[in-house]
């Protein structure tokens, strides 16, 4: 295929390419599924060195050659119709790609069904590319308890580093996803979120990480790590890009009881949500007493300066809307680290086990799973640890007991204080700077919807940061990306994404801003039509 260094659709190389410039290309005859395909293809090869791809699925070129087919006799399937896409290796597929968390423990392993997300992204025309490399087990093997390696590293995929400065981090746990999305490796990503999964790693490579309600779309297929708390969510180059996919996504589904109380009767088309042009019929709160930090730097200043931006678009900010309680929150939360989340993993992925048609590890329970981390040198331990696996083992109570019931009905009332605050402050939406706020983590407990946006970059003269654990990879530096962070009550996603888009067309941090330090060359040769 012809590369070249030209720029693409409406002065956009593949590093930006939207979902509506792929269909406007497509319409023009400018370049074909396959060609587009093709072209993604060979800039996840030459991206190898971030490590932002553990495989690349072999049926890629051949879906895009029918996808083609259908385009030429008449048929689009919707806006995401020849979209080629990438998907975190923690969500099942059932063709000829793995789904194993990153862990050679799950090698060969395959579930009954695939992701019902996954079934409707196949229908609506989308083009899986590959899989996206991730935190080892979503973060869960070595937790933040007692973190002795970095976000970003698995057995099978290496290490993913950042794309905005040399051996950065890429945070995680959907660290390809994030960094694949950056680099133009795909249209968008799918991610998965727990708490912080899809919104940290988007910070740190400048892109647009959407978690939605807990609820809306089936986490269904997905290797859990906590069912009451785990979404599937989006990384791309837009606001709007994340409407389209939500879209087709969201649904109930017959594999995920947490969708079956959807309040609305018919899906909404969200991308309508991101062609208004302004906030008049919205309320902003800041919830203050969550921020956390230096309250000079950078990532703050520049927080409080779209404050003022997005009040010229006809909102009204509301300070000091804050949830109660949170001085308490934080002890319970130190007091109860990885608790509830440890409990739900050490019964959610027996589940997962006990689903599997195909068994190649025989692995049942946990401790199945440690002992097969112990002995297998792919797994790279003790060089990389198991605290989390270990913690959740010896110390995490059962699901059944008292003990956890209570620690749960404790992190869901201290969620629902921060949904409390928009009725008490009279807002729409909160906002607060990623960097600086632990409101994700409270928002995570009540399944709220989360959108993380592209902020700004460390400036000029930043010193160099670096992470405490091997390989003692950049934390912060001149260039690296923050992001400001979005959220709302539970099922009001749409309101999350206006206020987004609007900030997004506003500001134009990711298009106008500074671009990874190392990027891939392929383009698409944009010329004459084709007919």
Known sequence: MDTTNQTNLN??????????????????????IAELTAAYLSRIEEASDFHAVLETNPDAKSIAESLDKELANGTRRGP???????????????DKMEATAGSYALLGAKPAQESSLITKLRKAGAVILGKANLSEWAYVR?????????????PRGGQTVGA???????????????????????????????SGSILDPAEVNNVVGFKPSRGLIGSDGAIPISKRQDVIGILGHSVSDAASFLTVMAGRSKLDPGTWNIPFDTIPDFSEYTTKTDLKDLVIGVPRNTFSGDSSNAALRSFEHVLKVLETAGTKIIDQANPDEVDEYLKFKSDHLGYCVSSEFKHDIQEYFEGLETNPNNLKTLDDLIKFTEVNESEDYPNHGMDGFLWARDNA???????????AKKELYYGGNLIKVFEKSNVDVLAVPSTMSFV????????????????????????????????????????IPYCITFLAKPFDDGKVLQVAHVFEQLTQVRRRGPKPFKSPTTELRIGESKV
């Not at 933040?144 to 698995?154: A, D, K, R």
């Not at 051996?167 to 680099?183: F, H, I, K, P, T």
């Not at 109570?397 to 620690?407: I, L, N, R, T």
């Not at 919807?449 to 940061?465: D, K």
Request: charged share 20%; hydrophobic share 40%; aromatic share 6%.
């Open 80 to 94: 995401l119709h020849g979209v080629p896409i990438l998907v975190k290796d923690n969500i099942v597929t059932n």
């Open 142 to 154: 070595d937790s933040s308890i007692i973190q002795t390696w970095e976000s970003g590293w698995s």
């Open 164 to 194: 905005y400065y040399p051996n950065s981090r890429s945070d995680g746990s959907s660290s390809g996803s994030a960094v694949g999305a950056a680099l133009g490796l795909c249209v968008a990503a799918l991610g998965s979120e727990t």
């Open 11 to 32: 002065g956009s190389s593949l590093l930006d390419l939207s979902v509506a410039e792929v269909g406007s290309g497509l319409d023009k005859k400018l370049f074909t």
């Open 397 to 407: 109570p059962d699901v059944s007991s008292d003990e956890y019931k209570a620690a």
């Open 440 to 479: 994700n983590d409270l928002a995570a407990k009540v399944g709220m919807p989360i959108i993380a946006v592209p902020l700004g970059f460390w400036p000029e003269g930043t010193a160099v940061e670096y992470d405490r654990r091997p390989p003692n990879l950049v934390k912060r530096a001149p260039g």
